[in-house]
C-alpha cells in the first residue's frame, strides 16, 4: 500500500511569495490533516478535511493560509504572502475515517522563508 | 483544550541501555494516548497507542507505554536500545476518534555506540 505523498519536499522563497503544497493521501483515505512543524516544537494542525468538507480550520491564519480538497481526494495547502515565521515543516496525514484513532503521515515539506 | 509535556528535549543514552521518556498530558476529558517517531528528514511513524483496557501497552521495534491515570503520565521505556532508535519521539493526545491529534514539543533520542 502506498503512504501519503507529499511534494514538494523542499522549497525555499523569500519573504512576500507565495507558495503551494500537494498532498496525495493514502487510497481510500476520507480524513486529511495539514500540520505545522516549526523547529522545536510539535507538529500543530492547522486543517482536518473529511472528504471536501472542512471539519476544523480553527488553527488556520486565514489572512494568508488557504487550503482545499475539492474532489476529496489529494489537497493543496497554499500560503500567500509568507512570513519569515512560517518556515517551518508542513506535514499531510490522512485517516480511514472519522472512527479512526490512527493517522498515517507523509514524509513533509520543508519552507524556508528568506 | 488539552496540552501534552515532554519533560526531555534531548536524552543520550549509550547502545543496550534502557531509555525512558517521560510525557504528561492535562485534559479536561478522558483523551487517548499515542507516541509517535520521526527519523530524520521522515514523517511520523506510530509507535503504540493507548484507547482502552490494560494500562500497558507494547507497541513496534520493542518499545512499551504505560499510562497513569491518576498521574496523568504516559511514559514510554525500552529495556534496551539500537543505534537505530537514534530519532525524536513525540507523545500526543486526541479527545476522539477522527479528532485532531495535540502534541508535546517532542524528545530527542541519541543512542551512541
Known amino acids: 500500500e502506498a503512504g501519503v505523498a507529499q511534494s514538494p519536499r523542499y522549497k525555499i522563497i523569500e519573504k512576500r511569495q507565495s507558495v503551494a503544497f500537494w498532498c496525495n493521501p493514502i487510497?481510500?483515505?476520507?480524513?486529511l490533516y495539514w500540520y505545522q512543524q516549526i523547529l522545536g516544537q510539535g507538529p500543530k494542525l492547522l486543517i482536518q478535511?473529511?472528504?471536501?468538507?472542512?471539519?476544523?480550520d480553527s488553527q488556520l491564519p486565514k489572512d494568508r493560509f488557504s487550503a482545499e480538497r475539492l474532489k476529496g481526494v489529494d489537497s493543496t495547502l497554499k500560503i500567500q504572502p509568507a512570513k519569515l515565521e512560517d518556515s517551518a515543516v508542513y506535514l499531510c496525514?490522512?485517516?480511514?475515517?472519522?472512527?479512526?484513532?490512527?493517522?498515517?503521515f507523509g514524509p513533509g515539506t520543508r519552507l524556508t522563508v528568506t | 483544550a488539552q496540552s501534552v509535556t515532554q519533560l526531555d528535549s534531548q536524552v543520550p543514552v549509550f547502545e543496550e541501555a534502557p531509555v525512558e521518556l517521560r510525557c504528561n498530558y492535562s485534559s479536561s476529558v478522558s483523551v487517548y494516548l499515542f507516541w509517535y517517531v520521526q527519523y530524520p528528514n521522515q514523517g511520523l511513524q506510530l509507535l503504540l497507542k493507548?484507547?482502552?483496557?490494560?494500562?500497558l501497552v507494547k507497541g513496534i521495534n520493542g518499545f512499551e507505554a504505560e499510562f497513569n491515570k491518576s498521574q496523568t503520565s504516559f511514559h514510554l521505556r525500552k529495556p534496551s536500545v539500537h543505534i537505530s532508535d537514534t530519532a525524536e519521539y513525540f507523545c500526543?493526545?486526541?479527545?476522539?476518534?477522527?479528532?485532531?491529534?495535540?502534541f508535546g514539543g517532542g524528545t530527542r533520542v541519541l543512542v551512541k555506540p
Open positions: 500526543a493526545v486526541s479527545k476522539a476518534a477522527g479528532n485532531k491529534l495535540t
Open positions: 493507548y484507547l482502552s483496557g490494560s494500562t
Open positions: 478535511f473529511q472528504n471536501n468538507g472542512v471539519v476544523d
Open positions: 487510497s481510500g483515505h476520507a480524513t
Open positions: 496525514a490522512s485517516s480511514p475515517g472519522l472512527s479512526s484513532y490512527e493517522q498515517y
